[in-house]
């Protein structure tokens, strides 16, 4: 399988919001309830969400693909969040935060999640930031070592509502 990542384009949002569906509730911890989890994937995953994020100049979300279908997407926005902790947790600007890193669970454990790292790194380069940031939930244990291997350090918390709850994240921040 030859794995290619471009930036998204419209006509890749239905498919993009469906890989998204299926994806999404893979990083929730157990605790999660399906009523939670669905809230948020209608709320900030649909495909007319993801449209709205392609055309946010702050926004850039890209997919890795192969012939057949999308394989994954991470979604990087330009700056930091007004959190207070995230404010702390990540002290180097300009600072690019990668929102969204997520791959069919058919290829994790292969090279497609890699090679999104690395071309969203390469794009937080390109628009000059000293940083990328991210939050990753506490109990997340798989994505936490991604992370880490890919060169980014647990710098501080914060929280995330996903639907009615109220989670545990991991501020890391990889240097550039």
Known sequence: MTVQVRQAQADDL???A?????????????????????AFIAAQLSADRFGEYLRDP????FIAYDDARILGYTMLIHGVADDADV?????ERPAVELSKCYVLPDVHGGDVAATLMDASVAFARELGARC???GVNQENERAQRFYRKHGFDVTGTKTFQLGARTESDYVLV???
């Open 14 to 16: 239905a498919e993009l």
């Open 18 to 38: 469906d890989v998204a569906a299926a994806t999404f509730p893979l990083a929730c911890p157990p605790s999660s309830t399906p009523e939670n989890i669905a």
């Open 58 to 61: 702050d926004r850039a979300v």
């Open 87 to 91: 404010q702390r947790a990540v002290p």
């Open 132 to 134: 990328v940031w991210l």
């Open 174 to 176: 990889r240097p550039l």
